[in-house]
């Protein structure tokens, strides 16, 4: 399966050669993936949460816990491609009772396609399994017909797919086009496709660098490829890192110096823009609406040997009893910049929750004015690739007469990256900036001075 870092960033375990003998040993962990996937599609909840909500799946081995979850989630990023491989497979569509058949078919096709899985096991695993289940039981010729035919023709079919457009869902599309141009928007979907490489954030000057084979950015981040459980890599148990893409680290750098500073930050969860404040020095205030989320930033600091003031409230009405000498927040959104690490958004989110969600993101940021001293800085951030999200919440803020002015970033301050400074001096990361190190999600920042009116 996968591991979730510090600040969420969500590391899915490389694909890997699977023998037969395990593929048939492997049954518990294909039904697992099978109800999870079908979950996850009817309730849009995030893959990570699903996956985790059965019980099934903690009794899994480790390996087959791993398979998995590698499954749906490769399944979800290629789910485009799986649909339109079907309907050229199947002459009539699968009627709504038979939803678990497609999703059985879907993963078949997976492990087919994009697993490269051998194709007799494959199909003798689903067939087993579509026999099992009383839901998909009759249609298990169905299941068997589709995924021999795919063993024969969907490499055929999928090589002349485009790939980048399928998998993206239309709205998500459209709404980049308008914003970032065909160009962009396609650089973006394809970088999607690909699997993420793993960030870490130091927490001291004793990184075990070379153990770690990692490479330094020119943030201060460092990135390696993962192969394993991220809690066995060196320097796990002694604290000294913690797991943050490089765009999720850039907003708590741009406060400059917090050393004995005053910082609250809003939406805290699950910790490592907090961890980040207090390692460089900062008097932190953590706000988390959740209790559960809340116990995951006391988890990571205690790993990290970082304390904060933990305050479990709702940010939009919490109010400190003195202004702070700076306010952070990373406001919750659809998280269409996290897409590669989460492929469940591109299928969870919809322009509603986009619309949804702006409201309470003004309302937090209204919050966040409050709670900042005149002189002192706000940070705005959301890992939104949604102008409604971030620049059109700025723009609307300053436009309505709010005590807020721009303090423009240079690019100098986020490693040089000057395809991410907008003509305004916010950061605008895409995930295919920084191609030459493997890209980075998508993030939108913008640092404002809290004036005295």
Request: proline share 6%; hydrophobic share 45%.
């Amino acid at each position: 399966r996968s591991a979730l870092g510090a600040d969420g960033a969500e590391v899915v375990l490389a694909p890997r050669a699977v023998k037969v003998g395990e593929l048939q040993r492997s049954a518990d962990a294909r039904a697992v993936a099978l109800v999870s996937l079908g979950s996850l599609l009817s309730t849009g909840r995030a893959a990570a949460d699903d996956f985790d909500a059965h019980a099934e799946a903690a009794r899994l081995p480790g390996r087959d816990r791993a398979f998995a979850f590698n499954l749906v989630v490769m399944t979800l990023r290629r789910l485009g491609q799986i649909d339109t491989v079907i309907r050229r497979l199947v002459d009539r569509p699968i009627p709504a009772r038979g939803a678990e058949a497609r999703d059985l078919i879907r993963i078949g096709i997976c492990q087919l396609a994009f697993l490269r899985l051998p194709a007799y096991a494959v199909v003798h695993s689903s067939v087993a399994l579509a026999r099992a289940r009383r839901s998909t039981r009759p249609y298990a010729g169905l299941v068997n017909a589709v995924l021999r035919r795919a063993s024969n023709e969907a490499d055929a079919l999928i090589a002349r797919q485009d790939a980048a457009r399928l998998n993206t869902p239309r709205w998500l599309w459209d709404s980049w086009e308008r914003t970032y141009g065909e160009m962009t928007t396609r650089a973006i979907a394809t970088v999607h496709l690909s699997e993420p490489p793993l960030d870490l954030t130091p927490a001291h000057g004793n990184v075990p660098v070379a153990e770690l084979a990692a490479t330094a950015l020119p943030t201060g981040s460092l990135r390696l490829r993962c192969k394993g459980p991220i809690s066995a890599l060196p320097g796990y148990d002694d604290g000294s890192w913690w797991v943050q893409d490089a765009a999720a680290a850039l907003p708590t750098r741009l406060f400059g110096t917090v050393h004995g500073r005053r910082v609250i930050d809003l939406c805290a969860a699950p910790g490592g823009k907090t961890a980040q404040l207090c390692a460089a020095g900062a008097k932190v205030v953590a706000v988390e609406r959740s209790a559960a989320r809340g116990r995951q930033i006391e988890a990571n600091l205690a790993r990290l040997g970082l304390s904060a003031t933990l305050v479990i409230a709702d940010a939009s009405t919490w109010r400190p009893a003195e202004p702070a000498d700076a306010v952070l927040l990373d406001a919750p959104c659809s998280a269409t910049g996290t897409i590669r690490r989460h492929p469940d958004v591109a299928r969870g989110k919809s322009h509603a929750d986009v619309v949804a969600l702006a409201k309470i993101q003004r309302s937090l940021l209204a919050a966040a004015i409050e709670m900042t001293q005149p002189g002192g800085t706000l940070i705005y951030c959301a890992c939104s690739l949604q102008p409604e999200e971030g620049p059109e919440i700025v723009d609307a803020a300053l436009a309505e007469g709010a005590p807020l002015c721009r303090d423009a970033i240079a690019a100098e301050e986020i490693g040089g990256l000057c395809e991410a400074i907008t003509p305004v001096g916010d950061v605008r990361t895409l995930p295919c900036h920084w191609s030459e190190y493997g890209g980075l999600d998508g993030f939108y920042i913008a640092r404002l001075q809290r004036t005295m009116a």
